[in-house]
Nanobody, 124 residues
Framework: VQLQASGGGLVQAGGSLRLSCVAS????????MGWFRQAPGKAREFVAS????????YYADSVKGRFTISRDNAKNTMYLQMNSLKPEDTALYYC??????????????????WGQGTLVTVSS
């Protein structure tokens, strides 16, 4: 599975961005996918993910109500709509997919396939 993330950029606080992640290769293994981020000097952290049941989604408390995860299965693409952005959202954002069916998609160590990251910078 190959994942390609895009859509990052520089935005002012309160603004919006939409990230995209295109999956290729063995896309049958990309039903449950997620977004993570890593700020400078900090560990990579969970942002949002799909679960294994239809309509099941999870969000970190820090982004709940502001970010929305979605996907277009026909395009093998996952999105992260980010609204009301804050300076603390500044980070390199990664999309990822687990290999194991039933993996807990909120846990970073459950993920096997990673995109290259796209940088989001929010200015105050």
């Amino acid at each position: 599975v190959q994942l390609q993330a895009s859509g990052g950029g520089l935005v002012q606080a309160g603004g919006s961005l939409r990230l995209s992640c295109v999956a290729s290769g063995r896309t049958s293994r990309t039903y449950a996918m997620g977004w993570f981020r890593q700020a400078p000097g900090k560990a990579r952290e969970f942002v949002a993910s799909f679960g294994w049941s239809a309509g099941e989604t999870y969000y970190a408390d820090s982004v709940k109500g502001r970010f929305t995860i979605s996907r277009d299965n026909a395009k093998n693409t996952m999105y992260l709509q980010m609204n009301s952005l804050k300076p603390e959202d500044t980070a390199l954002y990664y999309c990822a997919a687990p290999y194991r069916l039933g993996a807990d998609t909120t846990l970073i160590h459950e993920y096997d396939f990673w995109g290259q990251g796209t940088l989001v910078t929010v200015s105050s």
